[in-house]
């Protein structure tokens, strides 16, 4: 019971820093779409790197135990990075196509004008991100 009230406690915390990442990305991408004009793909690619910088640092300091570990911090990051680029590629792609098919239906003409359809899909896309980053940041920082 003890280790799964601690992995709530840290899901809990890490969700509260993504929040605070994912404004900082989200505010980005705004400004990239809305005022830039960028493609949901690429604005979400470029928007995305501050939000990683911070959750990791964030998640490190103050939410997962980094115990004596094989690997130096910076190469944690590395990996971290890494993994982001796949997932970050892979999410901008795919909120691409989601973005297509709303904007492809009739639903556009009634509900939403196109810059909002680019609100949307960031806001759909998210929750993967958030969920896997978890995952995947608690092994990365606490496992190896």
């Known amino acids: 019971m003890n280790k799964f009230k601690n992995i709530f406690k840290q899901a809990f915390h890490f969700f509260l820093v993504s929040g605070v990442g994912w404004c900082l990305d989200f505010s980005l991408y705004l400004i990239l779409t809305k005022i830039f004009g960028f493609k949901v793909s690429y604005a979400n690619m ?3 790197i501050p939000a990683i910088t911070y959750v990791f640092i964030m998640s490190n300091k103050k939410i997962f135990s980094n115990k004596k570990s ?3 911090l910076k190469y944690k990051y590395i990996i971290y990075f890494i993994y982001q680029i796949i997932l970050v590629t892979l999410m901008s792609f795919l909120g691409e196509k989601i973005f297509n098919v709303i904007n492809n239906t009739k639903l556009v ?3 939403f004008i196109q ?5 949307l899909v960031k806001i759909l896309i998210t929750p993967i991100t958030m969920f896997s980053n978890f995952i995947v940041m608690k092994n990365l920082i606490e496992k190896i």
Request: aromatic share 0%; glycine share 0%.
């Open 70 to 72: 094989k690997i130096n």
């Open 109 to 111: 003409d009634i509900i």
């Open 115 to 119: 810059q909002n359809i680019k609100i």
């Open 46 to 48: 470029i928007s995305s």
